[in-house]
Each structure stands twice: as C-alpha cells, then as structure tokens.
C-alpha cells in the first residue's frame, strides 16, 4: 500500500496539474511540496515494511513492483533530494512562469523514477524509464519559445531512446531465454546466448540513461533545462538511474563473465575522459554535467567488478553533494544571471550561505577525506583492485581529476574580484526557499561517509543482500587521501593564481571542453548517414516506385491508344474491306439479272461449258 | 444483434435518402446520433461476449445466401474482430462529430459515411469470403467518392490512383478466395468451414501460390512496401474525415485479412513463407519512417509513419510464423500486440490525422515549415498535439506502447535480427514527429526563410469544442488501453492463442 500510494499520489498530483494548465499556477507548487513530504514519508515506510504490489497487464506479464534493500536506499534518497528540489523550484520557477506545467512534469517524473527502481521486471521497468526519458524532454525544452531548447531536449530524448532499443531487446532476450514474466532478479539463473544478450541489451540503455561513454554529450544539452531539473533529473535521478540498474543486474553481469569487464572499463573511461572534460570547462553547469557523468562512472565501474555496496554508496553520496552544487549554481544564475565561471568569480564572497554549502559539497566531490564520495570511491576502488591493476589505476586518475576541476571551481567562486563590480549588478538575492534546501543537502554530503565505516558497512551490505565489500589495505585509504588533498591544494592555488593575474582558468582545453567533440562524431558516424539515406529513400519512393506505379498506369493508357490507332483502325479496315468487297459482288451479282430471256439462256449455255469443261479436265 | 450493428448506419442512410433537401442541417446531427447509437449497440456486445464464453465465435449468424456457391451471410465477432469492430464504431463517431460543421453537400457527404460504415463493420466481422469481398470492394468504392467528392484540389487523380491501385489488389485477392474455394471439399467459401478442412494441407505449391494472391491484394490495401505508394497521395489530398476511415479503418482491412484468412486457412503456407512477411514487415517499417523523415507536407508524413506502423504488424505475424514449438508463448504475445496495434494505431493515427485538419482550417497548408510557435496562440491544440504525437512514437502509458513491447517482445525470439532493426524504427519515428512538433508549434515563431508567407498565426484560434471532442476521446481510450491494456487482451489473447496453435502446426 505505501508503495502503491508513493506511485500513486505524484502521478495522480501530475495529471490534475497538467491537465488545469495555468488555472493551477498559483496551486502548483504547494501541491508539489505537500506530496514531496508525504512521499518522502512513504519511502522511508516502504524502506522499512518492503511492500510489493502488482497488477495485471500484458499476458502472463504484470506490471510489478518491489522494494528490496538496493530499491529501499534509491527510493529513500530520490524522495529526499526531491524534496529539496521542489522547495528549491518554488523560488527558482517563479510567479509569471507556467508553474503547473512544471511541477506537474517534475510530479510525472518522479513517479516514473520511483517505478523504475522497484521495477521487478523489463516491462515495468522500461515502462518507466521511457517515462522518464519523456519528462526530461518536456524539462529540458520547459521554456520553449527559447531557441535551441526544445532542439536541446531532442537531443537528450533520441540519445537516450537510441540507447533504450537495448532494453526493448533485452525484453525479447529474455522471454526467449525463459526468464519468467522477464523477471530482472532471474535474469542470472537462466543460461546460454539469450541471456547475454538480455543483459547487454540492459546494460546499453543503462550506459545511455547514465550518460557513459559513448552518449555522454546529451547530458551537455541537457543542462538548457532549468537549475531544479538539472539537480534531480540530470544528476541525483534520471542519469543515476542507469547505474542503478547495472547494480541492480550485477548478479546477471558477472554470470556472463564477459560483459563485467566491458561494462567496467566504460564506467572507468567515461571517469577518467569526462573528469578531464569537467576540468576544462568554462560554463560552471557543463562541469558539473561532466562531473555527474564521470561521478556516475565510478558506479557502473562498480557494478561491472561486483562492488555493489560501494555503487550503493556513490549513488546516494552523488545524489547529494551533485543536488546540492547544481541547486547552488542555479541560485547563482538566477541571482547573478549567469553560469560563466569567470563571471561567477568572487560569488562565494557576495552570497555567503550559498558558497559554503558549495564548497562543502565541492569538497565531497573532489574526495576530501573524510567526506562522503571519499568513502564511496575508496569502496569502489578497493573492489576494482582484485579484478584489474590497470582498472584501479584508471579509477585513481579519475578521482584525482575529480578534485582538480572541483578545486577550479572552488577557486573561481573564492577568488575577489579583479575590479569591484557595480552592487546593483553583483547584488542579486538569493530567496529564501532556494536557501533552505541547502545546508540539509551539505550535511547529508558530509555526513553520508558513515556508511562506509565498518559496523555500518557491514549493516549496509546486509541491506544490499550483497557479501561485504573488501576492505582495502590502509596504504589504499592513505594514497587516495594523500592524492586528493594534494591535487586539491596545488589546483586551488594554480587557479586562483591565474586568475589574479590574468584572469583566466587553468586547463582551457578546447577539444576537452567541446565535450571530446563527440557530438560532432555522432552527428558525422551516425545522424549525417541517416539523414542521407532519408533523403535518398524518400527521392526512390518518389521518383522510382511511384514512378513505376505511374508508368504501369500510363504504358496501359498508351497501349490503348496503340490499340485504338493502329489495331482498331486495321480492324475496322478489315471489317470495311470484307463490307466493300460483299458490296461490290453483290454489284457484280445483280449484273447478270437483266430480265432478258434470251441472255438467261446464253448464261446457261456458258455455265453448262464451263461445268462441262470442269467434267473432262477434272477427271 | 450483431446485423443490427453492421446494418444501422446503411438503414439510416437509405432513409436519409427522403429526408427533403432542406432538412440538410440535421443530417449531421442525425449522424452523430446514429454512430453514438450504433457504438452503445457495440459496447453491449462486448459486454454480452466477456460475460458469455470471452474465447471463440460470438453472436453467430449463418443464413443461406448462394448456396449453390457454398456461399452464405456468416457473421460472427470473436477477439481479433471485436476489438476492431469497436474502434471502427469509435472512429466514425469521432468523424460525426468533427464533421457537424461540414458545409459542402452535406447530404451526400452523410449518406456516403453511413454506407461506409456498415460496410467496415460488414468486412470485420465476415466469416465468409465472398461477403469478406463485396464488403473489401465496397470500401474502396466508398472511399473513391469521398476523396474525389470532398478533396483538395489534387483530389480527382489521387482518388482514381487509390480505386485503381486497390481495386487491382482486390482482384488478386479475388482469384486467391477462388483458388481457396476450388481447392475445397466440398467446395465453399465458409471461413471457418475451410479453417478445418485446411483444403491445401498435401499441396504446397498451389498454396503458396494462393498465399501469394491473397497476401497480394491484403498487402496492397494495408499497405505495405513496396505497394505503398497510393497512400501518400490519397491521404493528402483527402478531406480530413476521409483520411481519419482510410488510415484507421480501410488499413486495418488488410492487416486484418491476414490474421483472418491468410493464417488461418493456409497456415502451412504461412510457416513456408513467414520470412518473406517478416522481411517485408521490417522493410516497411524502416523505410516507412525513414522517408516519413523526410517529409515536409504533415500528411505525407503521417501517411508514411502509417507505413512505418503497419510493418510491426506485419513483422510480429511473420515472426509468430517463424517460431518452432517452444515458442508458443512469445508468438500469441506478437499477435496479441499486432491486433493491438491495428487498435492503437487507428486511435493515435486518427488523432493525428484530425489534427492535421485543424491545423489546415486555420493556416491553409499541410506544410510543416509555414508554421512556428504556435504554442503561444494555441495552447489547447499545442497540448494535444503533444500527447497525440507521444502516444504515436510509442511512449508507454498509451496504447502504442503495449502494442510495440508486445510485438518486439514476442518476435525477437523467432526472427531475432529483423526484430532488433525494426526497433529502431521507434527511435526514427520519435525523432520524426517531435521535430515536427518543434517546427510548428515550439519556437519564437520567427521563420528564418521568408520565402513562404507565414501562416496567419497570431489571429490563430485555439481548438473548437467540436474538435476537441473529436480528438481527446480518441486520446483518452489510447492512454486507457496503455494504463489497464487487460480489458482488451483479455479479449484479443485466446483468439492470438488459437490462431497460434493452428499456425503453430
């Protein structure tokens, strides 16, 4: 009941506010927050009382859910930083914009987001996630009218799509692999081809959904959505939904053998290539889209070497410290009007509250010790050991490139201004609402660590129903903290060098900024072709099988007239030919009839002759 | 009771027939009145079929009409008609109300709509073939009048394209039933009778050729690639109404002569030949959307993605061809979603198709780059629009949805690589429609180009109620069957498991 409810009342909460449209404006965002509260209430209830539900759907194939322990945490932590959105959103959307549209769409998608983590099976969840991938769309083009916004969520939803085709596969897979009713938790007990390939299929609309090599660069576009949208859909939800799942599906990985270490080193580049890209980014946005893709790395890496405590821990550590720093760079944007970094120079210094909680969160994300994705990435780390060197030295890259471009951003936002900046320009407010999410966030950054130390790591394992994650050897915890403290400091100090002296960010790369131009690989591997073969097919349809259907038409018109000209004319030719000739022997059969006797018997005579002729010869 | 239902619509056309010319405003609402009738009468008989048996023939009728040619009036609805039957009565109710301010000879636009009403009704719920083709020619001659009548100026050749190109389908499909009917034993043209005689059991060449006939003159009709190229034109140069029946209801006469004749009957010949239907379907459906991709007239483009559609049916019946026993299972699945699709895609494509009208009322071409921003003026017909187009490219939680997973889903197993590449196909369609939509209604509403004259749109009125009840019931009952899909493959999965088990072997 309490799940069913969880599901329910957002959905529900959705379509009266998009279907009143603007009569429910002003409603809007009190709804919103009311059913927040009342679903984070759920969730932590649901967590505890593990309710399933179900309802019949296709044939042999329900729609159905459940909470398990993995599902317990995501839907405990995607109510939370829900929560903190929408108390966030209803500052940031403000009274002229079309609230209902907007927070009925974020209520959508919520829903959808808690059906997608106690999905049982691939029709539930790809039911869902769709969903999901629909209401991004509908966030990121949220104002339309704006140019190249709606092109912006295209992207973002085809990308994606592209990648669900996987998921729709992998429903073929594993009907055919005799998964019963496509059960994801039985993925792992059927055998043979079919299931790697129900597996693969999940995890490419998983890489997809997450942003991962090679799809990252929808997660770019996505930022032309609102700050709110960015928090929850592009960083703590939607996008760590994909790794969600790949934990989810674990057991299944490792069954195939083959597809852990695939999925793994993805999850590794996309960290270490994508960290690099955050680095050199100019738009404080698209670093912390770069970051969530590189953040969320560490957890597919996770689930393709079996750390799924350690996944576990990122994702909720992500959510988190990822929520709060784009709730932050969106009260900047909207106080400050922009999300330039070199603009947003000094910013910490005019809005104080806003830029400890991002330095907090900055911070967690650049793997200070003790703070919480410290505790996470060491977990992650330390399972990936065992499986590869190489891997673990791939993972430790990106998490010091990961406190490079965090320390950037500290830097920018801590750095005075070269000139002091007219007040009224600089001095945008802050509202309230947008304030109050905030510190719960940074707590929750700092705190969320624990989960790693030992007796609540065991507990946590318990709750994952996995073995206990491998402890690292403390020269591990050492090197990582010792690497992250360092590249912290060296980077803070380059960047802030830089910019008093000539005001300018470090690591300016643009390759790496264009985000690895990958979008421009696609388009010229991918889009370029199908658009190419669009227009070819569309000239062939036109020009030869219509054509062909004209000419069948048109050779029969022309045979008619073929016929009537030539054929009919001999005919009738033929026909007054015959006429012509009866007509003319019966001219000549009149002749003889003069109507004189004694001509009569000439003719007689002669015919006798003849026949008398005919007699002798003939014989 | 069920010829009540088919004869309804044609008994209040023949009276119409002396209704006095000037009576002629009330010949719409009398419409109205007659399909709102005629789909209560379908509901009860729904109601009547779950509440009977739910699985074989309901509301049989069999009456003698050659029966020197072992040809008789059989009707009955089973779970591939019934549901048909109800979007067919859906349908031209949906065009009744949209239609309530038609203006031009509107005697004869009514009249002719009510005889085609009864004659799709007719048609799906025919158990015999020689009634299956009078109905199936019927419609294209009925269809031929609405298009030529009532059509854009193109009209008169496009009408005479789709009567030849059909007409021509239907004459196959003609020496197809003849062929059946000599193959028989004794001879008739009794559907059900020939289903259990399987007269071409021993004789695969004579089936396949028959199986050739018949699919010839379905695949023309329904259409599929590379016999679709009567269908753009017909529907941009037909009345919106007429391109609603032709895309919801005349489509889904061919689609649904293979699920009620071409399978059953020859089912040998099926198995034979299931991979020609399970390449032609995935041909069209690749093709179908990428030439849809490439469209700039919003009624090519829906013509094509129809294309685009109909090729899952297609698909998901080869493959329920291709599957060997173990797969029993996953192929009613594929023909559960290919009867659901016929279902769904008559909704979403109807609504689609009325939409377009709407959007021709206001600006007076289909083309889709006179358009942009109308979001601002419009924003009931911007709205249904969205949903219309999210529902068409398969979003879950509307009918599309349930009809793709389930064709995907049951196919892949037995025809694994055409049906990963005809999955595709949803990602081109999605990217298709939302850049239409894009283009007509998000934006500033700026054309960079200035060759074409925008469309007058800031004086652009938002939908008429006629309209909108026209469209948002057919959206409705397609986010319906999306949510609870159970009412209708409750209904549709024991025919899908029969008509598997005879294919099946």
Known sequence: MPLVLLVMLPAAAAVVLLLRGRRTDAAAPAIAVAVAVIDLGLAIVAAIARPS??????????????????????????????????????????????????????????????????????????????????????????WWSEPGKARSGLIAFITTRSADVGMYVAAGAALAAGAAGLNLARLDEVAGGWRDIALAGLALAALGKSAQLPFSFWLSHAMAGPSPVSALLHSAAMVAAGGYLLLRIEPGITATGWLGPVVAWIGALTALLLGAVAVAQRDLKQLLAA?????????????????????????????????????????????????????????????????????????????????SIWVAKDQILSAALPASTALYTVGLAAAALSAAYSAKALAVIWTRPASVAPLDVRAGRIPVSELLPLPALAIAATVLGVLGVPPLAAAWSRTLGTPDAPTSPPWEFAMSATLAVTVIVLVVWWQHRRLTRSDEL?????????????????????????????????????????????????????????????????????????ADGARRLATAAVRPQTGLLHQYYDQAIVGMAVLVAVFILMR | ?????????????????????????????????????????????????????????????????????????????????????????????????????????????????????????????????????????????????????????????????????TFVGSLALLLGFIGLYLASTPHTFDMVQLVHQDPLKGDPVVAGIILFAISLGLAVKTPT????????????????????????????????????????????????????????????????????????????????????????????????????????????????????????????????????????????????????????????????????????????????????????TGSLGSAPVPTALSVIGIVITAALLLRMFQRIFLGAGQRSHDEAPPAPQASMKDVFSREFFAVAPLLALSVVIGILPAFLLHVIDPAARALVALVGG
């Open chain 1, 53 to 142: 539900a179900e309802v019949t759907a296709l044939n042999s194939i329900p729609g159905a859910v459940a909470v398990d322990g993995l599902a317990a945490i995501a839907m405990v932590t995607v109510a939370a930083v829900f929560l903190a959105v929408v108390v966030f959103a209803c500052g940031d959307i403000g009274r002229g914009e079309a609230r209902s549209r907007f927070f009925g769409t974020m209520l959508l998608f919520v829903a959808a987001m808690f059906v997608t983590v106690t999905a049982v099976n691939i029709f539930t969840l790809l039911a869902a996630w769709e969903i999901m991938g629909a209401t991004s769309y509908a966030l990121i083009g949220f």
């Open chain 1, 291 to 371: 970051s969530t893709c590189s953040q969320i790395g560490f957890i597919v890496l996770a689930a393709g070497v079996g750390g799924v405590a350690g996944g576990a821990t990122q994702f909720v550590a992500h959510a988190a410290v990822k929520s709060l720093l784009f709730l932050v760079a969106g009260a900047w944007l909207a106080a400050l009007g922009t999300k330039n970094l070199l603009r947003l120079r000094g910013a910490a210094r005019t809005h104080p509250v806003a830029g400890i909680t991002f330095t907090v969160g900055a911070l967690a994300l650049g793997g200070l010790p003790p703070l």
């Open chain 1, 506 to 578: 470090v690591a300016d790369t643009a390759w790496l900024r264009d985000w690895l131009k990958m979008e421009a690989g696609i388009d010229v591997i991918v889009v370029r072709p199908i658009r190419a073969l669009s227009a070819w097919c569309s000239r062939f349809d036109d020009r030869v099988l219509s054509q062909a259907v004209t000419t069948v038409g048109s050779a029969v018109l022309r045979l008619s007239r073929v016929v009537n000209a030539r054929l009919e004319w001999a005919i009738a030719a033929a026909v007054a030919f015959v």
């Open chain 2, 1 to 165: 009771m069920l010829s009540i239902i088919v004869f309804l619509p044609a008994i209040v056309a023949a009276l119409l027939l002396f209704v006095p010319r000037k009576r002629v405003r009330l010949f719409p609402w009398i419409w109205v009145a007659t399909s709102a009738v005629d789909l209560a009468l379908i509901i009860v008989a729904w109601t009547g079929y779950i509440v009977g048996t739910g699985t074989g023939f309901g509301y049989e009728e069999n009456v003698r009409w050659l029966p020197m040619l072992g040809s008789g009036y059989h009707i009955a609805v089973d779970g591939f008609s019934l549901p048909i039957v109800a979007l067919t009565g859906v349908l031209f109710l949906a065009c009744a109300v949209y239609s309530l301010r038609e203006q031009r000879r509107t005697r004869s636009w009514v009249i002719l709509f009510l005889f085609l009403q009864t004659v799709s009704l007719g048609l799906f719920v025919s158990l015999d073939l020689l009634v299956f083709f009078v109905f199936f020619d019927l419609s294209i001659v009925a269809m031929y009048f609405i298009i030529a009548g009532w059509g854009h100026p193109g009209a008169a050749r496009a009408a005479l394209q789709f009567f030849l190109y």
């Open chain 2, 225 to 408: 690639v590379p016999f679709h190229t009567w269908l753009p034109p017909a529907h941009t140069e037909a009345p919106t109404a007429g391109s609603v029946i032709l895309a919801g209801i005349l489509l889904k006469m061919g689609t649904y002569g293979f699920v009620r004749i071409a399978m059953p009957i020859l089912p040998q010949a099926w198995r034979d030949y299931a991979l020609v239907f399970v390449i032609v379907g995935v041909v069209s459906v690749l093709y179908g959307a990428l030439v849809a991709l490439a469209q700039t007239n919003l009624k090519r483009m829906i013509a094509y993605t129809s294309v685009n559609h109909m090729g899952y049916i297609i698909l998901g019946l080869g493959a329920a061809g291709l599957a060997t026993g173990s797969n029993v299972q996953a192929s009613a699945l594929a023909v559960s979603g290919a009867v659901t699709q016929m279902v769904s895609h008559g909704l979403l494509t109807g609504a689609l198709f009325l939409l377009a009208g709407v959007l021709y009322a206001r600006g007076g071409t289909y083309d889709i780059g006179a358009y942009g921003g109308l979001a601002k003026t419009v924003p009931v017909f911007t709205g249904l629009m969205a949903v219309a187009v999210f529902g068409s490219l398969g979003l879950p939680g509307f009918s599309g949805f349930i009809a793709e997973f389930q064709i995907f």
